[in-house]
């Protein structure tokens, strides 16, 4: 019969029932599980069962006498409790008190916990919309606006490289000196309007590759240097660190750098030296 339960008597005499291998005593207090059992009931796992031990959340019960632990109904009862706090994104650190908080507390704490819930929810949002930008690369740290520079600079046939280049350039000018980023943005829009800016451009990220000592380098100095004359009253001078960027991408960019610098500096020279004293 279903409600049929095979009765034995206890080696202290009193009668126990067993439903498989469970032990019910008629006192429901000695109801007696092994640990295994006892995350079963919980639906649990036993290194859970050992982990809130070692944690405090779940009372060490005490031991046969061939040492295995020996737990109580109660003892389910608590760790089912846990187990439903900690599903509920409880954490473990609060369990212990919300376990024996009176109802006000208790649900002031649900509160706090909830609140602190979906800041983390908000977080990972943020998370999730940053990771999604990584597919784009360029858009996760640089404005839109710049974004299209590089693009216009691919369409017009300069190399990944060289674009890889122009890109860390710009992260590194919005770290150093962010106030001048919408002038630049507006200066090299221009220039990529410009046929002979374009024609460098190209002719520099041609030049790559070249050996510092190519005589074809000493004509595109004097075509960049030409340049440079146009436009050095409207452009600001780059930081050292982004022209350390470029020279170290390249020996022929280099040279080009170094000898645009010295001629800059010979022509502030001069025109110090011919101011009026």
Known sequence: MPWFRRFATSSTGRRVSRLGTIVFHEDPRRTVLTISQLAATAGVTVRTVRHYHHVGLLPEPERSASGYRRYSAQAAVDLIRIRTLADAGVPLARIDALLHAQPAAFAAAVTDIDAELQRKIDQLTEYRRRIADLASGENLVLPPEVVAILNRMRSLGVSERRVRLERD????????????????????????????????????????????????????????????IEHERDRPESPQLISSRISEASPAWQRIIGALAYRAERRRTAERSAEPQ
């Open 169 to 228: 350039s710009w992260i590194l000018l919005q770290a150093l000196d962010p106030r001048v980023i919408p002038q630049r943005i507006r200066d090299k829009t221009a220039g990529l309007d410009d046929p002979e800016t374009i024609r460098l451009y190209l002719a520099c990220d041609r030049s790559v590759d070249w050996d510092p000592d190519d005589p074809r380098l000493d004509r595109l100095i004097d075509d960049l240097d030409a340049w440079e």
